[in-house]
């Protein structure tokens, strides 16, 4: 059974930055294409960016030039590096992992998910 745990969340001053982990166990995660996720209470999972299994990257709109997303086959985790953040980042961030090994954004694309690690943005 595949699982996937986030870690690197907390409170962070507006301009600041923080980096987000994912650690896959119990599949292949090399072959997985991997996606960022954040959410807010009563909305949509919005998704943030994805990296590939052969690690190409994509990225929201909203936070490209700002957000890289890497990732470390060796470790079998992929990193949310977020940087000039803005109180509109905060939110639950959630990372996916899918099989078929390319990214895209919508939820349906995946096959796991993991709980989820809570970014709070202050101004």
């Known amino acids: 059974q595949v699982q996937l745990v986030e870690s690197g969340g907390g409170l962070v001053q507006a301009g600041g930055s923080l980096r987000l982990s994912c650690a896959a166990s119990?599949?292949?995660?090399?072959?997985?294409?991997m996606g960022w996720f954040r959410q807010a209470p009563g909305q949509e999972r919005e998704f943030v960016g994805g990296?590939?299994?052969?690690?190409?990257?994509s990225y929201a709109n909203s936070v490209e030039g700002r957000f890289t997303i890497s990732r470390d086959n060796a470790k079998n985790t992929v990193y949310l590096q977020m940087n000039s953040l803005k109180p509109e980042d905060t939110d639950v961030y959630y990372c996916?992992?899918?099989?078929?090994?390319?990214?895209?954004?919508?939820?349906?694309?995946?096959?796991?998910w993991g709980q989820g690690t809570q970014v709070i943005v202050s101004s």
């Open positions: 119990g599949g292949t995660f090399s072959s997985y294409g």
């Open positions: 990296i590939t299994s052969s690690s190409g990257t």
């Open positions: 996916a992992a899918r099989r078929a090994g390319g990214v895209g954004s919508s939820q349906r694309l995946y096959d796991y």
